[in-house]
């Protein structure tokens, strides 16, 4: 069975200062794991995937993840928040090569000016 | 070029009517999602196209819920004698699903916001 844990409902930083969104994950086989992104009355768009490449894995807008085997992890980061970067975000883990998502709860991020 | 579309964007409905929620996907995508929405959750998988059969309905709630892909391109959910618990933002997604057992990106829809008085 697959599953995915989003750690923070709820996260709050100040516009220039880094963002850490985490994500852990519980899956039998090699793992599919997606971050995407949701603004209000918007579809859910892409941020990154990792797919059994290189565990360091760039996206659009400047976010980043890494996945960690050994803690079962994979954490979307950036470096420097933007106010246009509120907004829903989803961990979304699958086996490789099947289709059904699986999905976090979603990490409501606030970027304070 | 244009991505999936979905409509209408809002229904409010009464208890006990039919709906039906269109989803309009990518143009030659052949894979087909469909996904429930409900407040302060992720999205829960439905039922999965691979052209125009249902290869996978076994997120489908009860037999209220039924969806069609006749031509396997658009899609429509259909939800009959509805109930205050179908509230949701019903999500549709569509993929290329190129063989070779890799794990394709979906793409998804804006939503449809059911309300269910």
């Known amino acids: 069975a697959q599953s995915v844990t989003q750690l923070d409902s709820h996260v709050s930083v100040s516009e220039g200062t880094p963002v850490l969104l985490r994500c852990n994950y519980s899956?039998?086989?090699?793992?599919?794991l997606f971050w995407y992104v949701q603004h209000p009355n918007k579809g859910l768009q892409l941020l990154l995937k990792y797919t059994s490449a290189a565990t360091l894995v760039k996206g659009i807008n400047g976010f980043e993840a890494e996945f960690k085997k050994s803690e079962t992890s994979f954490h979307l980061t950036k470096p420097s928040a933007h106010m246009s970067d509120a907004a829903e975000y989803f961990c979304?883990?699958?086996?490789?090569?099947?289709?059904?998502?699986?999905f976090g709860t979603g990490t409501r991020l606030k970027v304070l000016a | 070029g244009a991505g999936v579309s979905q409509t209408p964007s809002n229904k409010v409905t009464e208890k006990g009517k039919y709906v039906e929620l269109r989803c309009d996907p990518i143009?030659?995508?052949?894979?087909l999602y469909w996904y429930r929405q409900s407040l302060g959750q992720g999205p829960e998988f439905l039922i999965y196209f691979q052209g125009t059969g249902a290869a996978d309905d076994s997120g489908l709630p009860n037999d209220r819920f039924f969806a069609v892909r006749p031509e396997g391109s658009v899609s429509t959910l259909k939800i009959q004698r509805t109930e205050r618990g179908d509230s949701a933002v019903y999500l549709c997604a569509s993929s290329p699903d190129r063989a070779g057992g890799l794990t394709d990106t979906q793409y998804f829809g804006p939503g449809t916001r059911l309300t269910v008085l």
């Open positions: 979304v883990v699958t086996t490789s090569g099947t289709y059904k998502y699986i």
């Open positions: 143009s030659g995508h052949t894979a």
């Open positions: 899956s039998s086989y090699s793992p599919s």
